[in-house]
């Protein structure tokens, strides 16, 4: 059982950054690749970042690519999502997933509660 908890976000003018941090419970954060997604009122949730268990390999939704980058610290239990040159699309709610493979369909195994990013324009 894996336990995630979102933090970070906010309100932030467009252009501007934020780092959502995402802490994991139990001693198996290491075994686990880890992900970010999106969502939107009415819309689905959509693929945003993900990262193997190791770190080495690291995917982005074409959207995000050069402005969002994944990182995790295995002896943190934490991922993070770096979050630069906001757009007022990029408002959502962030939620941190946990899964032994990476997928870009959100069927993850373990999900945290969410939080909200809200750029202005």
């Known amino acids: 059982q894996v336990q995630l908890v979102e933090s970070g976000g906010g309100l932030v003018q467009a252009g501007g950054s934020l780092r959502l941090s995402c802490a994991a419970s139990g001693r198996t954060f290491s075994s686990y690749a880890m992900g970010w997604f999106r969502q939107t009122p009415g819309k689905e949730r959509a693929f945003v970042a993900a990262?193997?268990?190791?770190?080495?390999?690291?995917s982005y939704a074409d959207s995000v690519k050069g402005r969002f980058t994944i990182s995790r610290d295995n002896a943190k239990n934490t991922v993070y999502l770096q979050m630069n040159s906001l757009k007022p699309e990029d408002t959502a709610i962030y939620y941190c997933?946990?899964?032994?493979?990476?997928?870009?369909?959100?069927?993850?195994?373990?999900w945290g509660q969410g939080t909200q990013v809200t750029v202005s324009s």
């Open positions: 997933a946990a899964d032994l493979v990476v997928v870009v369909t959100p069927g993850w195994d373990y």
């Open positions: 990262i193997t268990s190791s770190g080495g390999s690291r």
